[in-house]
Every structure is written in C-alpha cells, then in structure tokens.
C-alpha cells in the first residue's frame, strides 16, 4: 500500500515526533502517567511537533486527549479514515514512539526511525526482526527521566532501518495478500 501524506501535514513545525498508543490492560494509569511525563520532557528537550495518532479513534483517542492535555509546546492528535493517509504521516515523521504492530510497521516503511512499547508477542517479534528499541510495556521504566533519556538517545542516535528486512516485510504481505484474493475469490 503506497502511502498519501495527509494534507497539512508539512504546514507543521518540524521535526514531528508520531506517538501511537492504545488502550490495553497493561497501559495502566500509573504507566501512562510515567508516557506523559517522558513526552513532556522529550518534547522540551527536542522542540518537536508531538503528533498524537489514535488509529481506532473509539478506543484510543481518550489516552491521546490526555497526552494532549500536558503537553506544553506544538501537539496534534490525527487520525485518519484511509489507511494510506495513517501511512502517509509517517513520510513526515521523523521519530515514532508506537504500541500498535501497524504503526510500526508503516513507521518503518516510510523510514521514520522508532521506538516500540510491545505489549503482545507479535510486537517483540518485529522488534526482533528489525532490530527496532523498544521495551516490554509491563517492564516499563518507572523513571520517566529514563525512559526520556532512553527516547533521546533513539532519537539523536539511531539509525535508520536497513532495508532489506523492510523490503521482507512489503513481500510478505504481498503474498499474504495474494492467498487472501485467492481465498476470497474461491
């Protein structure tokens, strides 16, 4: 799926930093509080446009409303009904901080460097395969300095993905999308 950045998106200040969480039993309120915290001090340290993305707006936009609410320089929350928009603010983005799988993957395939909060095995293991920082969400530092710390070294430091694994990933869900066709078509 080719990525459309949605309009507006270069009309922000950059850099632009895509923070995608969701809810889920291990995002606890004393585990967001400790997220809000680290952006507050990330954002202040980077001067970065913190772009709060919800991808399913019913369950996920109240934690990115209470982000919001603390953060004391330039904040957004988008979020998008076609798919290829969600994918196209990653080509703006230059760091992303995410929970869900997709929004990693499509972080990773636009080349936005990221930093992954897993909370399921499927996360882990992307992280694994692209050799991508991130923490298990219930061994979350309790430091929001840390885990601040943490961030701006990603942020300053890393690299972007190497390709190949990327280009595996695209290749993969072109055949995966080939036997659903042929599943459904059958």
């Given at each position: ?48 446009t913190i772009l709060l993305v919800p991808f399913q707006p019913q369950r996920d936009r109240p934690i990115a409303e209470a982000i919001a609410a603390h953060l004391p320089n330039v904040s957004q929350i988008r979020s998008y009904d076609d798919p290829r928009q969600c994918k196209g603010l990653f080509v703006g983005v230059e760091f992303t901080i995410g929970m869900r799988l ?85």
């Amino acid at each position: 799926m080719d990525g459309h950045p949605p309009a507006g998106l270069g009309d922000l200040h950059a850099p632009r930093v895509a923070v995608v969480l969701r809810a889920h039993p291990l995002l606890t309120p004393a585990r967001l509080t400790t997220l809000t915290e680290a952006l507050v001090s990330f954002q202040r340290a980077t001067e970065t446009t913190i772009l709060l993305v919800p991808f399913q707006p019913q369950r996920d936009r109240p934690i990115a409303e209470a982000i919001a609410a603390h953060l004391p320089n330039v904040s957004q929350i988008r979020s998008y009904d076609d798919p290829r928009q969600c994918k196209g603010l990653f080509v703006g983005v230059e760091f992303t901080i995410g929970m869900r799988l997709h929004s990693l993957i499509m972080a990773a395939a636009e080349g936005s460097r990221g930093f992954a909060l897993s909370y399921d095995p499927k996360v882990t293991q992307l992280m694994q395969e692209l050799d991508l920082p991130g923490c298990e969400l219930a061994a979350l530092p309790t430091d929001a300095n840390q885990l601040c710390r943490t961030w701006l070294d990603c942020y300053a430091n890393q690299l972007p993905l190497e390709p190949a694994p990327i280009e595996s990933l695209r290749d993969r869900a072109l055949l995966h999308r080939e036997l659903l066709q042929q599943v459904l078509l059958a």
